[in-house]
T-cell receptor, first 106, second 122 residues
């Protein structure tokens, strides 16, 4: 299975900050990379698909980039509702997830 | 609107079986496959498998293959996941999620159920 590694595992940020989370695949996944947001006690929510596409309803402050093995999720102007855990997932082969990045309030 | 609703949590003894249901609405059931995933307490997400709602084909993760069975009931737009020979490390929140890619299991998960906590304890 393809291993997904996220960094950092956690970060502290303030409202209004720009936050960047990276995800690295153990082998190329082309652009078959998705990002999810999960809040405590809730199911994950699709945030970005195909590396850089936003589902309808996702705010434009979320953006994704990358291809091959290296990907980035950027949250511009962090809002209070963005404090959550973020996961990357590859859909190039048997689905696997990164270990998650917890974004906490500084 | 698309909705995915799962059965309530259960407590099971080691060695027992559990069957979780996932009822969908708001779209054509047979047009999208469903995956099952789980999340152990404080841990990340693990994909368990996928079922085609079109023809019943399945793909199972290696670590549960032989213990898991995924089925569907098209008349009620409901999917089921049965996990047998439960162990304490099967304790987790189990999710079903619609796979956006239609008839492939290789895609993103665009709608999720609320989760079902399965606790395995003696």
């Amino acid at each position: 299975d393809i291993q997904m590694t996220q960094s950092p595992s956690s970060l502290s940020a303030s409202v209004g900050d720009t936050v960047t989370i990276t995800c690295r695949a153990s082998q190329t996944v082309s652009r078959d990379l998705n990002w999810y947001q999960q809040k405590p006690g809730k199911a994950p929510n699709l945030l970005i698909y195909a590396a850089s596409s936003l589902p309808s309803g996702v705010p434009s402050r979320f953006s994704g980039s990358g291809s091959g093995t290296d990907f980035t999720l950027t949250i511009s102007s962090l809002q209070p509702e963005d404090f959550a855990t973020y996961y990357c997932q590859q859909s190039s082969s048997t689905p696997t997830f990164g270990q998650g990045t917890k974004v906490e309030i500084k | 609107q698309v909705q995915v609703f799962q059965s309530p949590g259960e407590v099971k003894k080691p060695g027992a079986s559990v069957k979780v249901s996932c009822k969908t609405s708001g779209y054509t059931f047979t047009s999208y496959g469903l995956s099952w995933l789980r999340q152990a307490p404080g841990q990340g997400l693990e994909w368990l498998g996928w079922i085609s709602t079109y023809n019943g084909n399945t793909e199972y993760a290696e670590n549960v293959r032989g213990r898991v069975a995924m089925t569907t009931e098209t008349s009620t737009s409901t999917a089921y996941m049965e996990l047998r020979s439960l162990r304490s490390d099967d304790t987790a929140v189990y999710y079903c999620a619609r796979v956006s890619g239609g008839r492939s299991y290789l895609d993103n998960f665009d709608h999720w159920g609320q989760g079902t906590l399965i606790t395995v304890t003696s």
